[in-house]
Each structure stands twice: as structure tokens, then as C-alpha cells.
């Protein structure tokens, strides 16, 4: 047998040392990334609310030139209303209200303008309203002085314009406007300036954000050009390694096929050899049931003869407790033929070589279950066989491990119903199929779930005969060709085989 492998080292210190501490510096690249996103997002941040600042400035002076030109426009508007009512009053000329009207016609749109660019500001709202009463005193004298020139009283016209008040109202409006208007510019120019300050940050902190941005894009260059040259170190010492590590595994590997190939013979050996003495045992007790019997029968005639010379004791000896004892030689030495019969088995079939074909998985199950018939027919049960993939892979390793489930199926059905086994299957990721082979039988505790596949160990009520043998074979076959098998079962709720295979056989030597 081979001893113990030990695990050769993979890579060298430094190799380790690298891997140690590619962990920080990963950790480090994170930290200098998730700086300089945050930084960006400060930066956006303020870029916007700068930006909204700006808007709001450009609003200001926007609206107070705005004011500005509806007041002044207001005055002009009142002055050409005042020309065209002065010209009429002199000259009758009808004219001179073409004039008049227009003025009069837009003053109340311009009027609107203002209440609006005044409205909520308290600071000019005092002022526009004495602009308002003396706006209305002054459009009334005017329409009072045109209806008396229409009627003729020219005299009267004359004389109300002649006293001042009309000129006194249009002196105090444009004092207002001239006020409204100074408030207006003041905020406008301070405005200009608070805007031209929200640029100069906006630009200044752009700037800055954009300074530390290549520097922190400078240092992760930095240290990503660092993990790479220590990456591509270790990926050479690791190459180099790997070189003489694949002869290392070449080397252990035919160790263990020798040492695999030795337990297998061993076990051919021990199990051919103990069959010597078990042919030996089984013959040496049909000898002693033999004479057990000739002994029986010369107790019985000197019964007959001299009943007084036969003692009760050696009576029970030769007719009970012999029969009893070579009962139970045979029962033990029936088992342990059995058990070897069973590791000759397995002993012959690891040795065997594999020879991988083409299998049509569909035939291959239904003539399996067709040699099930009979048995079968006595549990009055049945085989479903679903869609199965084809795969290829040595027949009878296949034969084997679905022959051995169908039977267990049969061996621990449920008495109190039909069986009824169904075998269906499916290609999977990575080249790899799988079947399902399931029963209504009578289940498996879960925890015997692994305890089923071990060799001579058997779960639930030993009320079939079996050693224990069969699902270790099935497992065992199963990973020689590269698979693996598991168990999906509840007590009462029968049990599922999914068997997990390479679509194309891959042996193993195991």
C-alpha cells in the first residue's frame, strides 16, 4: 500500500506574500475610488446648486430691468396721451385723439405689466401704489378735459389744465418711477455681481474637485500598475511551479492506480483463499448432519428395544440441539459465501476496462425493465420510462447500475400498493445528463441517506435478503465513470436516484 501523500507547496513565499497582501491594496483601490466618487458627487452637487443660484441672480436683473422699462414705458405712454389731449383742446383736430386713444389703449396691458413685476415686494409696493392714485388722477383729467373740448367748453378745458394739477400728477409719477426705478437698478447690479461670484466658485471648485480627481486617478494608476507587476511575478513562479507539479501528479497518480491495482488483487486474493476453508466448513457439516441423522435413527431402535438405555439428555442433544447448530453453521457460512461472492464481485469489476459506445438510453432501460417482467408481474407494478438522453459510455457499467435500481425498487416496494417506477432524464449545463429513477416504495430515513451506500450496510427492516452490496456497487461505478448519485427519500414516501453523468464517458481510476 502507499503511504500518506503530503500536499506540495504551490508557491513560494514572496508568492504568499503577495497574495497576502493583494487584499489592502484591493482594499485601498476601493477607498481611493469611492473618494473620488464622493468628490465628483460634492462637486455635481455644487455645480448645481451654483448653477440654480446663477439662474435665480440672472432672474433678479432680468425682472428689475423689466421694471424698470414698464415704468418708463408708463410715462412715455401718459406723455403721448398728454400730447395728443393738448393738441385737441387747441386745435380741435381730431387727429391729435388718434394719438390720444393709442396711449390710452395700452397704458392698462403696461399698468397690468407693473402689478405684476411689483406683486409680493414689499419694498416697492408702497411706492407703485402712489404711482397707481396718481396714475388714475391723471387719466381722469385727462377724459375730463376731452369731454368739455367735445362739448364746446374749451374755456373750462383750458383753465383745469392751466391750474397745474396735470402737471404736478406727472411730476410726482415720474418722482415714484424714478424711485422704483433706482430700487430696481440697485438690485440689479448687485444681482450681476452675486452672479458673477456664483461663477467664480463654481469655476474654483470645479477646478479643485478636478486637481484631486487626477490625483486620486494618478495614485490608483499607481497601484494598479504595482498589483499588475506583482501579479504577472506570481503568474511566472506559479507557471514554473505548475510545470513540475504536473509530473508530481503524474507520479502520484500512477502510485495510486498501483496502489488501487494492489487492493484489488489483494482483495481478489483474500476472498478467493477464504473460500477454501468455507467449501471445507459447508462440507464437514453436511458430514456431521449426516451422522446427526445415523445417530438419530440408532436412538430411535434402541427406543424401540431398550427405551431404559436412552437417556433423555443425549435424546435432545442429537434430535434438537444438533439440527439447531448445524442450522445455524449453514445460515453464517451461506451469508459469508455470499459476502465473498459479493467482493469477488467488486474486485473483478474495478480491474475491468471500460469500452465507451453509443447507447440508446431509451432501449437500453425498457430491456432492462422487460427482464424485470416477471417480478414484476407478481407485485403487479410497473415501468414508466420518460425522455432520457442518449449518452456514451460503457453498456454494461450502465446495465449494472440501473438493473441494481430497478431491483431495489422491486426488493422494498410498498406491500400495500402497486408498484410503480418511473426513469426519466435530462442534459444539464457543462456536457452532463441526468437521471432520475423513482418509486412509491416504502422510503428511506434521511438520516440513512448516506448510510445506504456503504458496502454491507443496509437501512430500515432487514425483513429482505441482500448484504448490502448493491447501492455501494451502483456508487461506486458511477464515479469510475466520472458521475455521481444522490438520494431524494422520506419514510413511507418512496425514493428518487438522481444519477449525475458526463455525456461522454470520463474513467476514473478509483
Known sequence: MVGPMTTPSLLNPASWNFIRQSKPIYQRLMMLLAAAFVLLAITNIATFYMLHQTSEYTKAEVRSHQTQIAGWKLISLLTDAETGQRGFMLTANPEYLEVYNKALDNLPAVMAEMDRLVAGDPELESTYGNVKELYDDRIKLMVDTISLTRQGRVGEAVSAVRSGSGKAMMDGMREEIADISEVVERRAIEATNAAAQARAYTIFSSLVAGILIVILAAVCIRLVRRQITDLERAQGELDQINAGLEEQVRERTADLVRANEEVQRFAYIVSHDLRAP????????SELEEISRQVDGLIERVEASHPELVDEGVRLAIREDAPEAIGFIR???????????????????GRRDLAAQSLD?????QNLADGMAHPLMENDGKVVIGDVPDIVHDRMAIEQIFGNLIDNAIKYRNPEQSLLLSINGSETVGGFVEFEVRDNGRGIDPKDHE??????????????????????????TVRRLGGSISIESELGQGTAFIIRLPQEMSVRAS
Open 451 to 476: 448510510r445506504v451506500f456503504e458496502l454491507f450496510r443496509r437501512s430500515g427492516r432487514q425483513d429482505r435478503p441482500g448484504e448490502g452490496v448493491g447501492l455501494a456497487f451502483v456508487r461506486n
Open 278 to 285: 468455507l467449501v471445507n466448513v459447508m462440507g464437514y457439516t
Open 361 to 365: 438510453m431509451k432501449a437500453l432501460l
Open 331 to 349: 445460515a453464517s457460512t451461506s451469508k459469508m459465501d455470499r459476502l465473498i461472492k459479493a467482493i469477488l464481485q467488486l474486485s473483478r469489476e
